[in-house]
């Protein structure tokens, strides 16, 4: 492993307006506030990498603002002008006597990634052990006024080469919004549904009219942090409960499988803390027999290539929110913009370091704060 210092952090965040809003059952986001950071070694080698909190908790408790007072406050601090045996040692680094905060010490750990794909001049794929070239892509649809509104969008999903449609679904725009959706689309390609948590499992019976749609997946139907009750609606359902919002580390994941809560695991690096974990996570689906895929979250570029390598790991079987750069914005911070190939794979770099560029011109355009980290010593203050 290459052993790294980071020297410097420059956080900023930057505004990037989505194409159009997103909703999903517990909210609506319609302009992204983004923060990225970019780290400097001591030998100079840059990477950049985002955080993937959204504005308001309404997927987790983590915001911008929260992740942008823990990096600054308690994590950067940890890490700046520390000499590092390898990125996999910085999950435990950030994590000591810190609770929380996954998505704040995601950003940090997965840029330490980048930056050690940069120092060993090797695509971040190899670097995080990636066997994959292409990745099959999903879409995931936000929820939509009517059922004949989604069925139009999953129709042209389909048309574009999408391997897999993901509707997201809330009571009272459910099953007949399935319906529609499965109509339209017909019986072969793939379909799941996600709710974010917005049922009970008073909720049950009604959810398992869905197991008439042959859906991949039903991911987060229940609250956030349950998992037993999401043990006793996967007993109630034919359909495979993909679990999102609940996995949270490593310990929740096996859990998860103890419990038998669910059978596929959404698997997001923000959300679970970084790399290491993720790839930990992956590591004991594999051996337990599920299947992982990696979700989204409405990230910029820089994120995206993060999520793409991840993605290139053997157990990401099932396709990955991965949509191209232009299905979310009208100009993406990085070059070349990620694409799908007309076929619904994502083609996975295989350049150094994140394998895109990063468009600083673009980003200085669109940054509307920045506050700049060093290391007070060169010698670790840990
Ligand atoms: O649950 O996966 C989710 C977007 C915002 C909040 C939660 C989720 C999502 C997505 C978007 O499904 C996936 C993407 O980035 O395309
Ligand atoms: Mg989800």
Redesign the pocket.
Known sequence: MTSFCVDRIALREIRLALKEP?R?SSGV?QERRIALLELTDRDGAVAWAECVAFQRPI?SSETIDTAWLAITEWLAPRLLGVSVEGPAAVHALLGENIRGHNMAKAALEMGCWGLVAELEQRPLSAVVGGVRERIPTGI?LGIQATPANLAERATAAVAAGYRKI?VKIEPGRDVEFVRAVRQAIGPSIGLMV?A?SAYTLRDADHLAQLDAFDLIMLE?PLGDDDLVRHAELQRRLSTPVCL?ESITSVDRAEDMITLGSGRIV?IKPGRVGGFTPSIAIHDICQRAGLPVWC?????SGIGRAYNVALASLANFSLPG?L?PSARYWARDIVSPEWTMESDGMVRVPTAPGLGVAVDTDFIDSITVRTQELASRTAVAVA
Do not use: A, P, T
Not at 295 to 299: K, R, S
């Open positions: 997103f999903i986001m997927y995931s993901k996600d974010n987060q999102d959404n979700g989204g979250m409405l990230e929110d949509s």
